[in-house]
C-alpha cells in the first residue's frame, strides 16, 4: 500500500505565497526598536541575528535557526577559515531571501581569527564579520 501519491505532484492544490519580510528595526546604539525594516535592512539584521546566535542552544530559535559555533574554539586557524566559510553558508541557507556568500577573506591576528565576507541577497549585497577566538 503507497504511503505517497504515485501520479501527480506532491504540491497540488497548495498555493505557495512569498511572506512579507518586513520585521521590527533595532536601534543598536539606542539599544531600542525604531519602527519597522524591510527589503535589504531586514536581511541584513537577519543575518545578524543568524550570525550571533548559537543553533539547537536557545528554545526561543527554531532548531534551523542560527550558527553552529561550537567545536571551532582552539581549533588550528586553516581549520576553523574552512569550517566557518562551510558553517556560514549552510546557516545563511535557511533563509531564502539569501542567494549565498562570495569574496570570504579571513585574518588571523594574535588568538583570533575575524572573517569578512560578502552575503549575496535577493535585494543586493551586504557586508558580514564574524570573530573567532582561536585559543
Known sequence: MPTLPTSGSL???????????????IDKKANRIVGTATGLEAVRQAVEIILN???FR??????????QWEGLIGQD???VAS????RITEALAMDD????????QYS??????TASMTVNTVYGDTQADVEVTLS
Do not use: C, H, K
Request: glycine content about 10%; proline content about 4%.
Open 11 to 25: 504540491a497540488n492544490g497548495v498555493a505557495f505565497e512569498q511572506q512579507p519580510d518586513e520585521t521590527w528595526a
Open 58 to 67: 536557545w528554545q526561543i530559535y527554531r532548531s534551523y535557526s542560527g550558527m
Open 83 to 86: 569550517e566557518l566559510q562551510r
Open 97 to 104: 531571501r539569501v542567494r549565498g556568500i562570495s569574496d570570504f
Open 53 to 55: 546566535v548559537e543553533r
Open 108 to 113: 588571523v591576528n594574535g588568538d583570533s581569527l
Open 77 to 79: 586557524p586553516g581549520y
